[in-house]
């Protein structure tokens, strides 16, 4: 059986979405903002494959309205396993909210 690029992408943005669903549920009831559209936003941005690239407006503008610090202490293993964390802060970082420095982002410490 022969897989193209677009279905093996299709499938690891389904699986990032599920698995970060369920600890979206453990993060919404501790974290302030919107971890749905974080996910749908920025998700792109943020997976382990591929280069660092810059966000979108959309990507933006959920950010912002977040507590990063907070969701920060949910990461897991898990979590680290799909998302890049050093891309997760450049990110924030780009979208003008930056993760303070020595932030224990699952096991990235934000330099």
Do not use: W
């Amino acid at each position: 059986m022969k897989f193209h690029s677009s279905h093996v992408l299709v499938f690891i943005l389904f699986l990032s979405v599920n698995i970060l669903s369920f600890n979206t549920k453990i993060v919404s009831a501790q974290c302030q903002g919107d971890f749905q559209g974080l996910i749908q936003q920025c998700s792109q941005y943020v997976q382990k494959s591929g280069p660092k690239v810059i966000p979108s407006q959309l990507c933006c503008k959920v950010l912002k309205n977040v507590d990063l610090p907070c969701i920060c202490h949910y990461i897991n293993q898990d979590v680290e396993k799909i998302i890049s964390i050093e891309k997760a802060v450049y990110v924030a970082s780009f979208c003008g909210k930056p993760i303070p420095h020595r932030t224990k982002c699952g096991s990235y410490i934000v330099p």
